[in-house]
């Protein structure tokens, strides 16, 4: 068959519109002012590559669903300046250095923004990297290196309003040491005032050292997150639920950290904390019953549920602070808990507790009743990893009691069975789970 001139004609030209982009998908330019005017005339889906070298200058991103990168990264450099994000959705920056004074906040209107493989280094104004909109995703990025007042990440939000669904993972936070009393964590999420709203933010497989800037590496100060698979190591702080409720925080590897907490209703289950001092884990208490949405006072921690941890510390590993409103109708239940002596368990007098399954070693339950407990040798033994687990004929295994319904795995993560085993592990003969290091974490990571 022959087909007409038109036909042919036709054809072509849908061939030509299917192999001949209307606009190149990658543009790289050489500095910051070109790659500003790239920004102002870019299309959705470009990806935009600013060349390697120190930048000075800021760049302001008025373009939706455009990618913004170094040309390598970790090889272009901003000493001041920096990004400034508009109105805009969909954008991601890529592989920045913002060294000196420069700055990359995400603003309430740059919605969906991703912030990924970019170096935040040394002291700064404020927060180093501070998140106002909803669904951003902050991936594989280092924090590293200050000295001042102020935290790594804040992710606040809008007026009284908190930021929704913020994804936090794969992070690197090194070094963080401010000397002052309070103002030095590496991720805040929220602030006392925003505490009764549900960010549904999710913090995972992040990786901790030196935390030394505050006593809480962590501080959640709303409602409704997770904190789950991330690891500090060698940090003066923790863990910390300041403010707000409904939180889990489950599987993560702390090493001479811990976990407290305040606010109400929070599942806290999985977590593996080997340290060589006291307090593991921190029953807050409270200067009032249930906090007021703006009050900055200390919540009294109301129906939290500690279950299928394992820690060991040296003295008293599981304790409570002092105040006037202790912990209420919350429970620790199923935790292998091992010390070095005395009791590993102190709870104030007037805190509401209800203790099960627990088995206990190397020292005695302290102020727990003998009802919650079993003081009998866990039988733990180092892995290949460093981490302690269950071994072969523990008295832990298949022994817990209770229902907790929402403990289906274990800290590996692999699926419980039958009866679950007291502690963050179940055992098994395939171990998977391992502390995180820099390389599993950071711009380089995989």
């Known amino acids: 068959m022959i087909r007409s001139l038109a036909a042919v004609g036709a054809a072509a030209l849908l061939s030509s519109f299917v192999h001949v982009p209307a606009f190149a998908a990658v543009v790289t330019v050489s500095s910051a002012s070109s790659l ?71 603003p309430a209107e740059a919605q969906a923004t991703r912030i990924t493989r970019n170096t935040y280094n040394g002291n700064k104004s404020g927060a180093s990297l501070s998140v106002s909109a909803d669904d951003v995703q902050v991936d594989h990025n280092t924090f590293s290196n200050r000295t001042n007042e102020g935290v790594y990440l804040q992710v ?28 030095g964590e590496s991720i805040r999420l929220g602030y006392s005032h925003k505490q009764s709203k549900s960010a549904n933010a999710i913090i995972e497989h992040n ?11 962590i501080s959640v100060k709303s409602s409704d997150n997770t904190v789950r698979y991330n690891t500090i190591r060698n940090s003066k702080g923790y863990i910390v639920l300041r403010h ?3 939180t889990t925080v489950e599987g993560n590897l702390l090493f001479n950290s811990g976990i407290r907490f305040h606010g ?50 040296t003295g008293t590993v ?45 020292g005695n339950g302290g102020s ?6 079993r003081s009998i040798d866990p039988k733990l033994a180092k892995d290949a990893n460093g981490l302690f687990r269950l071994t072969a004929g523990s008295p832990a295994i298949d022994v817990s009691v209770g229902t907790y319904s929402y403990v289906t795995r274990d800290f590996d993560p692999q699926a419980r069975s039958g009866k679950p085993d007291v502690g963050a592990d179940e055992y098994s003969t395939s171990a998977i789970r391992k502390a995180l ?4 974490v950071g711009p380089s990571a995989p």
């Open 36 to 106: 500003q005017a790239a920004i102002d005339s870019a299309r959705p889906g470009q990806r935009l590559v600013l060349a390697g070298g120190v930048q000075d200058r800021s760049v302001k991103i008025t373009r939706s669903g455009i990618t913004i990168a170094a040309q390598t990264v970790g090889g272009t450099v901003f000493t001041s300046g920096g990004f400034e994000l508009g109105a805009v959705r969909n954008v991601t920056v890529e592989g920045f250095v913002f060294d000196g004074t420069s700055k990359l906040d995400v």
């Open 156 to 183: 606040t939000g809008p007026g009284s309003d908190i930021a929704k669904r913020t994804w936090i993972h794969h992070n690197y936070f090194y070094n963080h040491q401010f000397s002052g009393a309070n103002g």
């Open 207 to 217: 990786l901790f050292e030196k935390a030394d800037g505050d006593a809480e590496a």
């Open 244 to 246: 707000g409720n409904r």
């Open 264 to 313: 109400n209703d929070h599942k806290i289950y999985n977590n593996y904390v080997e340290s060589t001092r006291d307090r593991a884990i921190v029953f807050g208490s409270g200067s009032e019953a249930d906090s007021r949405p703006t009050s900055k006072e200390h919540d009294r921690p109301d129906r939290v549920t500690v279950a299928f941890n394992t820690l060991i510390g």
């Open 318 to 362: 599981v304790d409570s602070d002092g105040g006037n409103f202790k912990a209420k109708d919350c429970v620790l239940a199923n935790n292998v808990i091992k010390g070095s002596s005395g009791g590993v368990v102190s709870m104030h007098s007037g805190s509401v507790v209800k203790y099960e399954g627990n088995v206990i070693w190397g």
């Open 368 to 373: 727990m009743p003998s009802s919650g407990y």
């Open 437 to 440: 290091t820099k390389a599993d």
